[in-house]
């Protein structure tokens, strides 16, 4: 079953973030990050 997660991303660069900031590490670019939820696939159980 996949899981749902909040990542945020910065429109300038492309950078990935757990959280918002408000300036990008990468670029450097202010107020650039936007969250987004995107599903993590879980592995099944083996021997199930």
Do not use: D, H
């Not at 997660?5 to 910065?10: A, E, K, N, P």
């Amino acid at each position: 079953m996949a899981k749902a997660r909040t990542v945020f991303f910065c429109q300038n660069c492309g950078a990935q973030s757990a959280k918002w900031i408000g300036r990008c590490p990468s670029c450097g670019e202010w107020n650039t990050y936007v969250e987004e939820v995107v599903q993590k696939e879980t592995a099944p159980l083996a021997g199930t």
